[in-house]
């Protein structure tokens, strides 16, 4: 059974980096897509990106500018960095897993982590 | 704003069916079938239980089923129970990236 872990700071300042780090527990990290989702208290589900295995990323583009994505399949962990912050960034950050159906990003995610709370304040 | 968009709340009681709907436009819903539905409990992750429109994963009940018509999908679920209250959520592949709904927050009465 795949798990993921997220990990990282629960506090950031504004104007900081907020930097999370996605650790997968069994099962392949090559071929799949893996995506950071995020949720602000009490409101709906927000896709922020991807990494594939192979280091090809795509990122939602109200975040494009402050993003950066990244995999390192040695460790078993992909990254998120969000830069920039400020209070409208305070949610529980989500890693999950794509379904596999091949080279192709179709949504889907069938594998989550637990959620890690990070919340932007001086 | 959300960019696809479902009712804030539905309710029903035990034994009965309810559907959600979720609505798009012709670049998401409409034009593809990557259409997923998501189970949220308060304080869990969610968990998926429909994608490709009507596809169930390994393990989902056969009482969850989901549908598409045009620009709007819709997650029926049949036989209520209480295990089954919870927030709903809706997504669409669209261009290479993923939309969610705004969710929906199911009461079993």
């Known amino acids: 059974q795949v798990q993921l872990q997220e990990s990282g700071p629960g506090l950031v300042r504004p104007s900081e980096t907020l930097s999370l780090t996605c650790t997968v527990s069994?099962?392949?990290?090559?071929?799949?897509?893996w995506n950071w989702i995020r949720q602000p208290p009490g409101k709906g589900l927000e896709w922020i990106g991807y990494v594939y295995s192979s280091g090809s990323i795509n990122y939602s583009p109200s975040l494009k500018s402050r993003l950066s994505i990244s995999v390192d399949t040695s460790k078993r962990q992909f990254s998120l960095r969000l830069s920039s912050v400020t209070a409208a960034d305070t949610a529980v950050y989500y890693c999950a897993r794509e379904l596999n159906r091949g080279a192709s990003n179709l949504g889907a995610f069938d594998f989550w982590g637990h959620g890690t709370m990070v919340t932007v304040s001086s | 704003q959300s960019a696809l968009t479902q009712p804030a709340s539905v309710s029903g009681s035990p034994g009965q069916s309810i559907t959600i709907s979720c609505t798009g436009v012709r670049s998401d819903v409409g034009g593809y079938n990557y259409v997923s539905w998501y189970q949220q409990h308060p304080g869990k992750a969610p968990k998926l239980i429909i994608y490709d429109v009507n596809k169930r994963p390994s393990g989902v009940s056969t009482r969850f089923s989901g549908s598409k018509s045009g620009n709007t999908a819709s997650l029926t679920i049949s036989g209520l129970q209480g295990e089954d209250e919870a927030d709903y959520y809706c997504s669409s592949y669209t261009a290479s990236r993923c939309v969610f709904g705004g969710g929906t927050k199911l009461t079993v009465l």
């Open positions: 069994s099962g392949s990290i090559s071929g799949y897509f």
